[in-house]
């Protein structure tokens, strides 16, 4: 071709060169967006038919300037930066974010900017819902994938099983009988909690603890008349309390506790257990226990981790009941694992979700379709989704966004390069015009 080819080599070097710079101008313009993989440009030369020696090995091959062999992104780790938003999540390590559009496609991303929707559901800033296993109704992970919704999500009351206590009762106490018309003066000492019914309502309670004998104590528990349904005699006089269970507890000579007596319920109906009024199932005898600790003769153990007789005065030194209210969210907190843990109203925690991630054998060959998205293509491979903090998969961090890992330096030094190749083709260019006016002025 000549020298005229110098021109179509030029060109191709204004054209590769300002691809180039286009890229370097996304990469800086994009630098504050979350979550952003900066791109680079890769060149790749180009040769035309062989000059001279007929195909032997003195041939010459003419080159034909450069061309842009792809566009490659960087999936290189962008700083962490803390947000106030609990729902601002980062990943830190391998792994992509996967939402759905309502049509159900998918599409993964870095950026962690997340809200909820107007029915809970957890969305990006386009409306896309986050993926994540979910759980089932104990808060028990599945394998099961899906939106993570939040507002939503409900804890259904559960009745009281069990009841804890430890604690002293004073050795010097005067034994007395319990009277359910007078239960304060006929008793040494007591304590108060709730029991929850089916419904998930809370019936408060009192355990009064009177001396019958020497290391022999009686409980017997008080409730409000109009709660619970008994016999007629365990009902105080006034009509406001019911007796509805009493117990016994028997302590060695140490002091220790020795043996726990059967509870007697007074409920009117049968089987025996706990009767409410308003409409609340029964809480049968068999599925409630009270545990003062383990007992030498009823239970085998030592005696010495629940209640005691000593001297001194009468405590209770810790106290707790399994039961609770129904509650609704009042809060979230996401774990590493990105397990999201509710907190509820009723002072309970749940599971309600795990974060998944998504990789792919070559993640590099995913297409960026804008809005920090990506989508499958052939060259990325199929999806592969894990637990975060498993498997090779990265940590979440809450309250975290990652920052765009482009570095502005890099970017700009890039730049003066890329300006100074453009400036040099331009300049070929210009000195093959002026070479060839040398030809044509030869004829003259």
Not at 78 to 84: A, K, M, P, R, V
Not at 281 to 292: G, P, R, S, T, V
Not at 361 to 385: K, V
Not at 392 to 409: P, Q, W, Y
Request: glycine share 16%; aromatic share 8%.
């Amino acid at each position: 071709m000549g020298i005229t080819s110098a021109f179509f080599t030029a060109t191709s070097g204004i054209n590769a060169t300002s691809r180039a710079l286009s890229e370097i101008g996304n990469n800086i313009a994009n630098a504050q967006t979350t979550g952003y993989k900066t791109r680079s440009v890769t060149f790749g030369d180009l040769f035309g038919a062989s000059l001279g020696g007929g195909g032997t090995t003195n041939s010459l091959v003419e080159g034909r300037g450069v061309r842009v062999l792809g566009i490659d992104p960087s999936f290189s780790q962008g700083s962490l930066q803390t947000t106030s938003n609990a729902l601002d999540l980062a990943i830190d390590g391998d792994g992509f974010f996967q939402v759905v559009d309502s049509n159900g496609d998918s599409f993964y991303t870095r950026a962690g900017q997340f809200g909820t929707d107007t029915l809970g559901n957890i969305t990006s800033p386009a409306g896309l819902k986050l993926q994540g296993y979910q759980v089932d109704a104990n808060g028990v992970i599945t394998g099961s994938i899906g939106d993570l919704v939040l507002t939503t999500t409900q804890q259904v009351g559960t009745v009281t099983s069990t009841v804890d206590m430890s604690g002293n009762l004073s050795a010097g106490a005067a034994i007395s009988a319990f009277d359910i018309d007078d239960p304060i003066n006929s008793s040494a000492f007591s304590t108060g909690f709730e029991l929850f019914d089916s419904l998930g309502f809370g019936h408060g309670v009192t355990m009064y603890f009177n001396k019958t004998t020497n290391n022999n104590w009686q409980y017997n528990i008080v409730g409000n008349a109009s709660e619970f349904t008994v016999v007629p005699a365990s009902t105080s006089a006034d009509g406001n309390s019911d007796l509805i269970a009493t117990g016994t507890l028997g302590f060695t000579n140490g002091g220790l506790l020795d043996t726990e007596g059967a509870v007697t319920y007074y409920n009117s109906g049968t089987p025996t257990g706990l009767t409410f009024t308003n409409g609340a199932a029964d809480i049968l005898a068999a599925n409630l226990a009270f545990n003062f600790g383990t007992s030498v003769t009823t239970d085998g153990g030592a005696g010495s981790d629940g209640m005691l007789q000593q001297g001194g005065g009468s405590v209770i030194l810790t106290q707790s009941q399994n039961g609770f209210a129904n509650g609704t969210l009042a809060g979230t907190s996401i774990g590493e694992d990105g397990i999201l843990l509710g907190r509820f109203s009723n002072g309970t925690t749940r599971n309600i979700g795990q974060v998944l991630l998504t990789r792919f054998s070559n993640a590099e060959g995913l297409q960026p379709i804008g809005r920090n998205l990506f989508i499958q293509s052939a060259d990325s491979g199929g999806p592969l989704n894990g637990a975060p903090s498993t498997g090779g998969f990265g940590k979440i961090f809450a309250n975290t966004l990652e920052a765009s890992n482009v570095d502005l330096g890099d970017e700009l030094v890039n730049m003066i390069t890329m300006q100074r190749g453009f400036q040099a083709n331009a300049r070929i260019i210009t000195t093959t015009d002026t070479l060839l006016g040398e030809l044509v002025n030869l004829s003259r």
